[in-house]
T-cell receptor, first 115, second 114 residues
Framework: EAGVAQSPRYKIIEKRQSVAFWCNPISGHATLYWYQQILGQGPKLLIQFQNNGVVDDSQLPKDRFSAERLKGVDSTLKIQPAKLEDSAVYLC?????????????FGQGTRLTVV | GNSVTQMEGPVTLSEEAFLTINCTYTATGYPSLFWYVQYPGEGLQLLLKATKADDKGSNKGFEATYRKETTSFHLEKGSVQVSDSAVYFC?????????????FGQGTILTVHP
């Protein structure tokens, strides 16, 4: 079974530029998550989708971050304009559902450096 | 709100030593508890979980018991190996409007020397 695919693996941009990350979840997984992991901290949820609807985006800085999940499959996370403090690893995860018996599977992440 | 606190790291051990990584949590209701592991260059992987009080999760020689009275979920292993070197994250999942969301601790870096 293929895992969660993310691209690119690494990205370096200057502040005020824009950047986009792509995630392809495991086939058949209805729930998709984007987490932000700042160096030395645990991952923090940015947004959660159930199929193509947003379940939770309370921690997403909506003035600069946006995300979409067209057709309930792939997802894109965008930052525009980027700030220095956005330097982090962006993790995508997916699960069949949202109960405690459904495991969340994580991709390898995209490491963003804003200079 | 929900929160998870892990012991400060990094932790450095010799091979075959006993490992404990402390984890305590604050949550409403009855959360499920997890330990995730991140090996160098890889993504987060579920190590073990427990979904109700007094449950014990176990995998690959690691164990953790869900203690509601002390709000803890400490990770233990009797004899660590060099291959256990990784970052370990304690996490909880609770109900509510965003069921499925994981709240993570800050992570503990484990290094095991031969």
């Amino acid at each position: 079974e293929a895992g969660v695919a993310q691209s690119p693996r690494y990205k370096i941009i200057e502040k005020r530029q824009s950047v986009a990350f792509w995630c392809n979840p495991i086939s058949g997984h209805a729930t998709l998550y984007w987490y932000q992991q700042i160096l030395g901290q645990g991952p923090k949820l940015l947004i959660q989708f159930q199929n193509n609807g947003v379940v939770d985006d309370s921690q997403l800085p909506k003035d600069r971050f946006s995300a979409e999940r067209l057709k309930g499959v792939d997802s894109t996370l965008k930052i525009q304009p980027a700030k220095l403090e956005d330097s982090a690893v962006y993790l995508c995860a997916s699960s069949l559902g949202v109960t405690s018996n459904t495991e969340a599977f994580f991709g390898q992440g995209t490491r963003l450096t804003v200079v | 709100g929900n929160s998870v606190t892990q012991m400060e790291g990094p932790v450095t051990l010799s091979e075959e030593a006993f490992l404990t990584i402390n984890c305590t949590y604050t949550a409403t209701g009855y959360p499920s508890l997890f330990w995730y592991v991140q090996y160098p260059g890889e993504g987060l992987q579920l190590l073990l979980k427990a979904t109700k009080a007094d449950d014990k999760g176990s995998n690959k020689g690691f164990e953790a018991t869900y203690r509601k009275e002390t709000t803890s979920f400490h990770l233990e292993k009797g004899s660590v190996q060099v291959s256990d070197s990784a970052v370990y994250f304690c996490a909880l999942q609770s109900g509510g409007t965003s069921y499925g969301k994981l709240t993570f601790g800050q992570g503990t870096i484990l290094t095991v020397h031969p």
